[in-house]
């Protein structure tokens, strides 16, 4: 019975990584390109 009870964890535990990972990847997360910075028009 220990086994089996391991087994659901260790799946629910990969399971859980991947759909992280997934999420991670889909949403765009990480390093894109420096950010781009405006210049303000002055008016004086």
């Avoid at 889909?26 to 420096?34: P, T, V």
Wanted: proline share 2%; net charge positive; charged share 20%.
């Amino acid at each position: 019975m220990i086994g089996i009870e391991m087994r659901k964890y260790s799946i629910w535990i990969f399971h859980t990584i991947i759909i992280a990972l997934l999420m991670g990847a889909l949403s765009g997360c990480g390093y894109k390109a420096d950010p781009v910075y405006q210049k303000q028009q002055e008016n004086r």
